[in-house]
């Protein structure tokens, strides 16, 4: 059973809509991430949330937006969305100690 | 500079034959953590093995072992005895951690595609 869970799985949606993708972990982790990948490529980090009220760009510049307002929810908000933006998101979260991240199952995103 | 180099695009192996995806990294920090990730074509990311610099055995984790040479920064994935489930890509990742506020950061390199023929 995932301990971390991104919805929707798979979303298609028109030029100019306003799209939130969430992610919700179970674990208590203070750490989450958002990653962008485009198929067969490289994971690109685009924001990432050390704690509640503490929301970061990541290396990849992103016209996307995160909150995180309980510890357990880090929603990612594309205002407008555009053709450009079409790309598979993962979310993740990790502890503070040496390990490493546990990832959600990931939104396919289609911008038509 | 890349900081996780995987120079295989793509691989191939036949079934029930081992396998070695190679991960060279950059890092200047003494404490750092690597990982490998399978990616199916799902999407998910699962979690394979880990390695810490100051380990001093090779991580193992079932079929998978990590070839660690810390000299020469590479922390190859073996897989042994492949099997068709395996086909998917990998992903080395490190985990820099004395570097302040990005110390919880993983960066991940480009991938392999493994292919694994019946």
């Known amino acids: 059973e995932a301990d971390i869970y991104q919805t929707p799985r798979y979303l298609v949606i028109g030029t100019g809509k306003k799209i939130t993708l969430e992610c919700s972990q179970t674990?208590?982790?203070?750490?989450m991430y958002w990653y962008q990948q485009d198929p067969g490529m490289e994971l690109h980090l685009i924001h990432y949330?050390?704690?509640?009220?503490?929301?970061e760009k990541g290396d990849l510049s992103s016209e996307s937006t995160v909150s995180r307002i309980r510890t357990e929810h880090f929603p990612l908000t594309l205002e407008s969305a555009r053709p450009s933006h079409t790309s598979q998101y993962l979310c993740?979260?990790?502890?503070?100690?040496?390990?490493?991240?546990?990832f959600g199952s990931g939104t396919r995103l289609t911008v038509v | 500079a890349q900081k996780i180099t995987q120079t295989q695009p793509g691989m191939f192996v036949q079934e029930k034959e081992a396998v070695t995806l190679d991960c060279t990294y950059d890092?200047?920090?003494?404490?750092?953590?690597l990982f490998w990730y399978k990616q199916p074509s799902s999407g998910e990311m699962i979690f394979l093995i880990y390695q810490g610099s100051y380990d001093e055995q090779n991580a193992t984790e079932g079929r998978y072992s990590l070839n660690f040479q810390k000299a020469r920064k590479s922390a190859n994935l073996v897989i042994s005895a492949s099997q068709l489930g395996d086909s998917a890509m990998y992903f080395c990742?490190?985990?820099?951690?004395?570097?302040?506020?990005?110390?919880?950061?993983?960066?991940f390199g480009k991938g392999t595609k493994l292919s694994v023929i019946p």
């Open positions: 990742a490190m985990r820099e951690l004395q570097s302040g506020a990005g110390s919880y950061q993983l960066t």
């Open positions: 949330s050390y704690g509640v009220n503490s929301t």
């Open positions: 993740a979260s990790s502890e503070a100690t040496r390990g490493g991240y546990t």
């Open positions: 890092t200047s920090d003494q404490s750092y953590g």
């Open positions: 674990m208590g982790h203070d750490k």
